[in-house]
């Protein structure tokens, strides 16, 4: 090839100097097409590796190589929030989806359940006492059909809606507890991308005397949101491989450790990316954490509310 199929510029070499296309005859090279394919989706190659290693390891010295211009050897942190929150939520949907809930089989297997636990010597007889007389009472299904239900006829018009659209979503006794579940589970992706832009505006109040500018505080957001994706998923795997190769007691101990490290490697990130002293960060750590689990929670109930509120 003589000039750029592109923009019709002489080449001098593999790469047009004009607007960057290599010079491939994708008719002639598939091996080509398959690369591109993984480089727009993956970016699979060495600077993803290195992104994800770095990551794992120390994610504030992601985050500062960022910040400090040292972007072209990494991964853009928005296609790595993606790809991860893909992979994650991914995850989340399977073992949701797994779960079969029979609300009309809770309460007979929770009793039987209970009941085998009462042969158990080692309980002290005041506390086998008190469940087996709570075991003689009669289930909840079994005086379904006999007990008036008590006058709990919604007062507001709030409640008259939540009535009407959890009798349609969930069905009259959570029969499509299981589906609605699901949807709610396929919301959740929305939900954090909305979060992340409320994170980094409860960092930017913390250290809002440093006068660092929103956009760095949102790529510390994206870093940190993508490293505790991918590591609560390999945490889950080694809990998983854990209970299946270890003691009982030897397992918990392995998987408290983990996470202690994840929570120490987020306190880490903090301090190191905002450079600040022991005390102060963990003071702000603990603030922001507290600030965003009631943003999370806040969040979630939304989705939830929204979940319930759209048409199936």
């Known amino acids: 090839m003589t000039h750029c199929e592109n923009c019709g510029a002489q080449l001098q070499g593999h790469w047009c100097a004009q607007c960057g296309q290599p010079a491939v005859d994708y008719r002639r090279s598939f091996r080509h097409v398959i690369f591109d394919v993984l480089d727009s989706f993956l970016n699979w190659d060495s600077k993803f590796f290195a992104t994800i290693g770095l990551l794992l390891i120390k994610p504030w010295r992601l985050t500062n190589e960022f910040l400090t211009g040292r972007r072209v050897r990494y991964v853009n942190p928005l296609r790595l929030y993606l ?30 359940e209970i009941a085998a636990d009462l042969k158990n010597e080692d309980l002290p007889p005041a506390v086998r006492a008190r469940v087996g007389e709570a075991l003689r009472e009669p289930s909840p299904a079994a005086t379904a059909t006999t007990a008036q239900p008590p006058n709990t006829s919604p007062s507001t018009s709030f409640e008259l809606w939540l009535e009407r659209h959890a009798k349609e979503k969930l069905g009259e006794r959570g029969t499509k507890l299981q589906l609605f579940a699901g949807t709610l589970f396929s919301n959740l992706p929305y939900m954090m991308l909305f979060c992340i832009p409320l994170f ?111 048409p199936s």
Request: glycine share 4%.
């Open 200 to 310: 980094a505006f409860v960092l930017k109040i913390l250290y809002l005397r440093r006068r660092i500018f929103y956009i760095d505080h949102l790529i510390y957001a994206l870093h940190i949101h993508t490293f505790a994706y991918v590591a609560i998923m390999l945490i889950i795997a080694a809990t998983l491989s854990l209970n299946r190769i270890a003691a009982g007691a030897l397992a918990s101990w392995g998987i408290a450790v983990l996470w202690i490290a994840f929570a120490a490697q987020i306190f880490l990130s903090i301090r190191r990316v905002y450079r600040q002293g022991w005390f102060i960060s963990v003071f702000k750590f603990s603030l922001g954490g507290l600030v965003y689990l009631i943003v999370l929670c806040s969040a979630f109930a939304v989705t939830f509310f929204i979940t319930l509120a759209l």
């Open 83 to 112: 790809l991860a929150s893909v992979l994650f939520f991914f995850v989340v949907n399977y073992w949701a989806k797994a779960i079969h809930i029979d609300p009309r089989q809770l309460s007979p297997k929770d009793r039987d």
